[in-house]
T-cell receptor
Framework: AQSVTQLGSHVSVSEGALVLLRCNYS??????LFWYVQYPNQGLQLLLK??????LVKGINGFEAEFKKSETSFHLTKPSAHMSDAAEYFC??????????FGQGTELSVKP | EAGVTQFPSHSVIEKGQTVTLRCDPI?????LYWYRRVMGKEIKFLLH????????ESGMPNNRFLAERTGGTYSTLKVQPAELEDSGVYFC??????????????FGNGTRLTVT
């Protein structure tokens, strides 16, 4: 069975600082991994995804994530946080049948 | 292109009442999904339609929940009778194809359901 664990329900960074949101997964098949973002009063928006190929994946708004099979991790990073990055971030894995299994979410706060 | 539309955006009902949530997927998207997030918990899968057929309804909590997608266009999710634990945000998503993720899911803004 697949599962996702996001470490830290709340992360706070200063504007301009590195953003690191942690995600570990468990999957019995080669995983397809995703990061979604939810801004206040909006739906979930796809940030980036890993399916096959290059393990470093670049997404929108300057975010990227690296798939590390040996560590079963898919951490999300951004070199320099912006105030507009404040949102809730969700890591997800798709199972054999194709449905998404989400982590519990990490709320990112950005301090001026 | 118009995105996935859900309504109502908010619904407050009393325990025992009935509520119907509606989702309009992106035009041409055969795949439609319902997910739910109960407060403080992760977003959980409820069910998946391919056109008008239920492909997977393994996440439906119990028989108080009924989902339909007549004609393969919009979908409704009815909760009857509603219980307190049904409170949460219900998300709908659609995609054009499904191959484990190459065709991304587009999510609606969700319906926040509060059962009092």
């Amino acid at each position: 069975a697949q599962s996702v664990t996001q470490l830290g329900s709340h992360v706070s960074v200063s504007e301009g600082a590195l953003v690191l949101l942690r995600c570990n997964y468990s999957s019995s098949v080669p995983p397809y991994l995703f990061w979604y973002v939810q801004y206040p009063n909006q739906g979930l928006q796809l940030l980036l995804k890993y399916t096959t190929g290059a393990t470093l994946v670049k997404g929108i708004n300057g975010f990227e994530a690296e798939f590390k099979k040996s560590e079963t991790s898919f951490h999300l990073t951004k070199p320099s946080a912006h105030m507009s990055d404040a949102a809730e971030y969700f890591c997800a894995v798709s199972d054999r049948a194709g449905k998404l299994i989400f982590g519990q979410g990490t709320e990112l706060s950005v301090k001026p | 292109e118009a995105g996935v539309t859900q309504f109502p955006s908010h619904s407050v009902i009393e325990k025992g009442q009935t509520v119907t949530l509606r989702c309009d997927p992106i035009s041409g998207h055969d795949n439609l999904y319902w997910y739910r997030r109960v407060m403080g918990k992760e977003i959980k899968f409820l069910l998946h339609f391919v056109k008008e057929s239920k492909q997977d309804e393994s996440g439906m909590p119990n028989n108080r929940f009924l989902a339909e997608r007549t004609g393969g266009t919009y979908s409704t999710l009815k909760v009857q009778p509603a219980e307190l634990e049904d409170s949460g945000v219900y998300f709908c998503a659609s995609s054009q194809d499904w191959d484990r993720g190459n065709s991304p899911l587009h999510f609606g803004n969700g319906t926040r359901l509060t059962v009092t």
